[in-house]
Structure formats: structure tokens, C-alpha cells
């Protein structure tokens, strides 16, 4: 218990307090502010594509690994955690060296007037990148446990490859799905190091909520820098809420019909 | 619907686990899939249902080829070992859920769904748990749901993959039971997996024994019972003692003991099979045929008495008798016997597998 004081808690009220340490007024105007409005936005554009993206691949790749075999499958699945593996710094490096000016499509890029590093889309990239395994890690063992029968019986009863995916396969695994899901876009708004080194910390341009922080905090701006690091401490609060909220749903339902079996078994 | 099954291979890497099968199953019967594990019949059953395609072969509905059409093409009613029931949906639901999922043109109006599940609810006797979900059922109820959402969609004809292997003793008997007078009521061509020799015998029009990818013989309960094809279907639809004989001018010689049963060709060796209840054991010799045995281990739990004894050669050998039977010979431990055989099958020495 005090461990998790020291480590948890604590942190937790220095950020909130600090951010009011001048007042409501302050803080309010603070999260106003340009440079911090734009953050927020950039913040939300990123994990607003990462998070669809992941989703639909994290299906995608849990379906096809957990119910098929073919030729590659556990290399898939090591590509999946390779973001897990490196480091977000050198993955952010990596899409430098890929589309920078001086990368490998760097050249062809700036003759097309595309701009990707130091732009939104690399921010974009790099967020999808580091969230790349979440979705997937989270329903491939769950998808694989429930095996192939019920996608089997629909087909044996006329449903064609949507129907069977939308009313059998996904009401199966929407929790683990949501709990994916929300742990990726925690992870979506909150990364810093990829994004880092692909954003150019361009204020309010290609600066995110994390590495705003960062600037401001670099900057002695203490008030500004934890107004908008309690943003994310509270999108971290909302996503362990919502985290427990789902997991006692779900442990609700199966009271629900526990408790419904015996009252037909008493009666 | 009759069924045909014509020179279906099917391999797994280097499994053979189909090899050049021949089957017809004429319409309206209901047909076991009878073989130990790995015997290929599972395989057939998915082929048949469009589950799992064949390598080479074809497959036929009333004379028309299906081959190439998908499951839900060839409108057949699967049932699954372990029933594969949707465990998000109600029994309702999962009842009707092959009427919701028909394109809107030929989908039936809500009306006519909810009658026809709730007929079907009242032929599997579960009326009153259409709103449970399925971990709320037993496994037989499970069973019939599977069935009932199975025959929802009207299938041409109905597989079941060992429908009641994931049951308990008793409701096994009383579910297969069912099963038969279900059949004998709507007549719809059906194919069952078991490897049950007594489920097959009791429940199955025709019994078809398959081993190692390959079918062994094809017939009637009574047929494959009383006049099997080979050694295997012998030795698996039964108990079974085998004796190494041999045969000498038209005779099959057990040990030194001639017994009845026609050999298949002169031949030096070959083998003799003897069901235990073929094998009558006597306290004196009545001038009939028979060798001589030592009792090792009796077994009086049950309709039949069980013992095992030795034989002069030294094989063991295993018989079964009546209660009644038992009590008038009032037999011991280490008693030596005299043991005729009754009813023998004597196959070329050969070909055992």
C-alpha cells in the first residue's frame, strides 16, 4: 500500500496540484492557449486514425492467425510484437531514414511535395507503428481459444462470410476487442519517444500533448506543463475506469447467468 | 436425398486420411460412420458437408454433382461434437438464426419464424427455455438445440459428428433413442460419425466401418454383426478372441483342435476368430471338439459373466456367459475346463491387419 502511495498516488496528486497551484483561472487559461489547443488537436487527429487502423488490423490479423493455417504464420506473429521489441526512438529513426530528406524515399517524396517527417502523417505513421501490436495481442489468444465450430455452423446454415464475421465472430470477441481498443488509444495519445523524433516540434504544428509537455516543462512553464499533463492523467484515470467497467460487465453478465441457471434448476 | 461419395482421396501433409472411398447412401436411410479414430470418417462427413474439400473424387446430391458448391450451398444440417452453438444468442436465436440470415427476398416474414422455431422447440421438448443461453443447458439440451437449428433450415440431409460422443453413459442411450424415432418420423437422409460399435448398431439403418481411410464393408447391423468382411470389421464391432491355426485338407486346425467355420483358401496358417459367447466352457468333455483351459480371473458384475482363462497352448482366452449359466457350473479360480467353440470365423492368415 504505501508502495503504491509513493509510485502511484502521490505522482498522481503532484500533477493535479501543480497544475492548480495558481489557481482555476490559471490552469483554464493555460489548455487555452494556441500552442496547447493545437497539441490537444494534433493529439486527437493522431490517435483518431491510429486507433481505426489498429482496430481493423488487429482483426484482421487475429482472424486470419486464429483460424488459419498457412505458410508464415509465426513470422507474422513475431512482426506483430517486433513494435514491443524496439524501442520507440529508433522506430520514429526508422521512418526518418525511410522518408526523410536525405532517407531512402526522401528524394521522391520532395518531388511530389509530399512531406511526411516533421508533418502530421509521420506523427500519424509512428503512432500506428508503436500501437501496431495491441488489437491483435488481445484477441489472437481469444479468437484461437473459441476455434473454428460456430463460424462452421453458420456457414453449414446459409450465412455468407459478413454475416458469419458480424453476427458470430465479433459479438464473441467485443470485449477483449473494447479492452484492445481502449489500451490503444491510451498508449495512442500518450507515446512520446517515436513521435518525438518524427515531429520536429514544430508548437502548434506538429507538437503533440506529450511532447508539448516536454517543451513547456523544458521552458520552467510549470503550470501550462502539468495543466496539460492532467489532461493525460486523466485520460489514464478515464481508461482504467473504463477498463474495470468492462471487465465487471462482463463478470456481471455470467453472475446474471449463473444465478438465472440455478433459479430454473430450484424451481 | 441420396448421397454419393465417388473415389474421394483426401490427405493431410502426408496422412492419407481418405483413400479413393466409394460410398452411396440412398435416400431416406439413416447411416453410421462407424471406425476407431483417425479411421478417415470424420473426414468424409466434412467432405460430404462441403466443411473440407476432397483432393480427388466427387460428390453427389440425387445424381447431381455438388462437388464444387460451398457448405451453405448444398443446404445440408450439420451437428457438431460439441454442439458449436452461438453462445451470444438465445436457443431461440440460435434456432432461428438460419431463417435471419436468408437474403430478404427469400427470408420468411418474423411471424413465420418465430412459429416454425417454436414447432421445432416443441420437437426437441424444450419449449419452455427458448429465452436460456446455451451455458445454461445440459449437454443432451445443448444437443437437441443443435439438432432443432440443424433442421431449422430444412436441409436435404442431416450429418452429425459424433452427436453424442461429449455425453454422459446415460444420456447417450436415451438421446440416441431419440434420434432413431426423430428419424423414423421425418425420414430425412442422415449421416452420423461414431466410433460406438454398439451406438452404430443400435441407432443405424446401414452401418458403414471405415479403417485407415478406407472402407472395410458396408451393410446391415445384423450383416456387419453377423457375416463381417474382414478381420477388422470382426475385431472392432466386438469382443473378440483371436487363435493362430492352421488349415490342413479343408479343415482349420486350432492348436490340434478342428473347428467349424469354412476357410477361405487351403492355406498353412491363418487366423481363428471367436466371440467370448461363442465359447461354451464345460466341466467334462461331451465328445464335441474342444481344448483344454485354465480359469485365471472371473468377472460376475454385470448382464454376463466374464472369465478369463488360459489355454493348453498357453494364449489367453476370454469368455462370457450367462448368470444362470455360471451358477450351475460353479466355477473357481485355477479350475481347468474344457472350452468348445461355437460359432467360429476363420480368415486367410494373411491378411491380418
New interface residues.
Given amino acids: 500500500m504505501l508502495f503504491l502511495g509513493v509510485f502511484l498516488f502521490l505522482p498522481l496528486a503532484v500533477v493535479f496540484s501543480s497544475a492548480l497551484a495558481k489557481g482555476l483561472a490559471a490552469y483554464l487559461a493555460s489548455l487555452r492557449e494556441p500552442d496547447a489547443w493545437a497539441a490537444i488537436r494534433l493529439t486527437l487527429i493522431a490517435a483518431g486514425i491510429a486507433v481505426p487502423a489498429n482496430l481493423l488490423f488487429g482483426v484482421a490479423a487475429a482472424w486470419a492467425i486464429g483460424k488459419f493455417d498457412f505458410f508464415g504464420k509465426s513470422v507474422l506473429i513475431t512482426l506483430i510484437d517486433l513494435p514491443f521489441a524496439v524501442s520507440p526512438v529508433v522506430s520514429g529513426l526508422i521512418y526518418v531514414l525511410l522518408f526523410g530528406l536525405q532517407g531512402l524515399l526522401g528524394p521522391w517524396l520532395a518531388a511530389h511535395d509530399i512531406k511526411i517527417i516533421f508533418a502530421v502523417p509521420g506523427i500519424v505513421l509512428a503512432t500506428i507503428f508503436v500501437t501496431f501490436p495491441f488489437v491483435a495481442r488481445e484477441l489472437i489468444p481469444l479468437v484461437q481459444a473459441q476455434g473454428n465450430?460456430?463460424e462452421?455452423?453458420?456457414?453449414?446454415?446459409?450465412?455468407?462470410g459478413w454475416?458469419t464475421f458480424f453476427?458470430?465472430t465479433l459479438?464473441?470477441i467485443k470485449w477483449g476487442l473494447l479492452y484492445g481498443v481502449i489500451l490503444c488509444n491510451a498508449r495512442a495519445m500518450g507515446e512520446f519517444g517515436a513521435v518525438s523524433v518524427v515531429s520536429g516540434h514544430i508548437r502548434g504544428r506538429t507538437n503533440t500533448m506529450p511532447l508539448h509537455i516536454e517543451i513547456l516543462y523544458n521552458e520552467y512553464q510549470f503550470v501550462p506543463a502539468f495543466a496539460v499533463a492532467s489532461l493525460l492523467a486523466l485520460l489514464a484515470l478515464l481508461t482504467l475506469f473504463v477498463k474495470s467497467a468492462i471487465e465487471w460487465k462482463a463478470k456481471q453478465q455470467l453472475a446474471r447467468?449463473e444465478a438465472?441457471?440455478a433459479g430454473?434448476e430450484l424451481a | 436425398m441420396s448421397i454419393e461419395a465417388i473415389g474421394i482421396t483426401k490427405r493431410f501433409g502426408h496422412f492419407a486420411a481418405l483413400d479413393n472411398v466409394d460410398l452411396t447412401i440412398p435416400s431416406g436411410e439413416l447411416v453410421a460412420l462407424l471406425g476407431p479414430s483417425g479411421s478417415g470418417k470424420t473426414t468424409l462427413l466434412r467432405i460430404i458437408?462441403?466443411?473440407e474439400f476432397a483432393d480427388s473424387g466427387t460428390i453427389r446430391f440425387n445424381g447431381s454433382d455438388i462437388t464444387e458448391q460451398?457448405?451453405?450451398e448444398r443446404?445440408?444440417?450439420?451437428v457438431?461434437q460439441?454442439y458449436?452453438?452461438?453462445?451470444?444468442m438465445t436457443v431461440f436465436e440460435n434456432i432461428a438464426?438460419?431463417l435471419r440470415?436468408?437474403p430478404r427476398k427469400v427470408r420468411p416474414p418474423k411471424k413465420t419464424i418465430h412459429s416454425k422455431v417454436y414447432d421445432l422447440l416443441r420437437l426437441i421438448q424444450l419449449e419452455n427455455l427458448a429465452h436460456?443461453?446455451p451455458?445454461?443447458l445440459s449437454g443432451g439440451q445443448r444437443q437437441r438445440v443443435?439438432l432443432a437449428?440443424?433442421l431449422?433450415?430444412e436441409p436435404s440431409v442431416l450429418l452429425l459428428d459424433e452427436p453424442f460422443g461429449a455425453l454422459d453413459a446415460k444420456v447417450r442411450l436415451e438421446l440416441r433413442r431419440w434420434l432413431r424415432q426423430l428419424h423414423d418420423e421425418i425420414h430425412i437422409t442422415s449421416v452420423f460419425v461414431t466410433h460406438d460399435q454398439e451406438e452404430a448398431l443400435e441407432v443405424a439403418d446401414r452401418v458403414v466401418v471405415m479403417n485407415q481411410g478406407r472402407i472395410e464393408q458396408v451393410g446391415s447391423p445384423d450383416e456387419v454383426y453377423n457375416h463381417p468382411a474382414t478381420p477388422f470389421v470382426y475385431r472392432f464391432l466386438g469382443n473378440v478372441n483371436l487363435f493362430h491355426g492352421r488349415i490342413d485338407e479343408g479343415h482349420a486346425l486350432l492348436h490340434n483342435t478342428a473347428v467349424q467355420g469354412k476357410p477361405p483358401a487351403d492355406n498353412q496358417s491363418t487366423l481363428v476368430y471367436v466371440r467370448p459367447h461363442s465359447l461354451e466352457i464345460r466341466r467334462q468333455p461331451n465328445g464335441e471338439t474342444h481344448f483344454r483351459a485354465t480359469i485365471k480371473h472371473i468377472n460376475a458384475a454385470g448382464p454376463l459373466v466374464k472369465v478369463e482363462a488360459v489355454t493348453e497352448w498357453g494364449g489367453p482366452v476370454h469368455v462370457e456367459m450367462s448368470q444362470e449359466r455360471f451358477r450351475d457350473l460353479q466355477l473357481t479360480n485355477n479350475e481347468s475346463v474344457f472350452i468348445t467353440p461355437r460359432d467360429v470365423k476363420v480368415f486367410d492368415g494373411h491378411s491380418s491387419d
Avoid at chain 1, 462452421?152 to 455468407?160: F, V
Avoid at chain 2, 458449436?84 to 451470444?88: D, G, I, K, Y
Fill in positions: 465450430d460456430e462452421e455452423a453458420a456457414l453449414t446454415l446459409g450465412a455468407g454475416q453476427r458470430v459479438p464473441n447467468l438465472a441457471a430454473e | 458437408a462441403g466443411l460451398t457448405a451453405g443446404r445440408v444440417g450439420f457438431f460439441h458449436a452453438l452461438f453462445r451470444h438464426f438460419g440470415v436468408r436460456r443461453y451455458s445454461q443443435a437449428r440443424a431449422a433450415v
